[in-house]
């Protein structure tokens, strides 16, 4: 059975940051790419980044590029999620996800995921 454990969440001012980590067990977490979506109330859950399994090619969408920052430690089975210069609008619970299969690139997460972990709170105050 895989597990994914998340972990970093919590409340900050606009402008401050935030580490997010996800401990992956269950799988050879090497051999899969990892991915961040987030949610926020009301609205539909959206990709915010991914990358590859050996951590070199990282996809980002729009509007975190330039503050969000994905990288993995597959030594730890960890992947992470810098998040700096936060937003209000980066307000969302944020959920970590594997790929569904082994191998595949960063940007196939975008349309495929397999599991998912449970989602730490991210609120941005103003």
């Known amino acids: 059975q895989v597990q994914l454990v998340e972990s970093g969440g919590g409340l900050v001012q606009a402008g401050g940051s935030l580490r997010l980590s996800c401990v992956v067990s269950?799988?050879?977490?090497?051999?899969?790419?990892m991915g961040w979506f987030r949610q926020a109330p009301g609205k539909e859950r959206e990709f915010v980044a991914a990358?590859?399994?050996?951590?070199?090619?990282?996809d980002y969408t729009d509007s975190v590029k330039g503050r969000f920052t994905i990288s993995r430690d597959n030594a730890k089975n960890t992947v992470y999620l810098q998040m700096i210069s936060l937003k209000p609008e980066d307000t969302a619970v944020y959920y970590c996800?594997?790929?569904?299969?082994?191998?595949?690139?960063?940007?196939?997460?975008?349309?495929?995921?397999?599991?998912w972990g449970q989602g730490t709170q991210v609120t941005v105050s103003s």
């Open positions: 996800a594997a790929g569904s299969r082994p191998f595949t690139p960063a940007q196939d997460i975008r349309l495929r995921q397999g599991n």
């Open positions: 269950g799988r050879t977490f090497s051999s899969y790419a």
């Open positions: 990358i590859s399994p050996g951590g070199g090619s990282t």
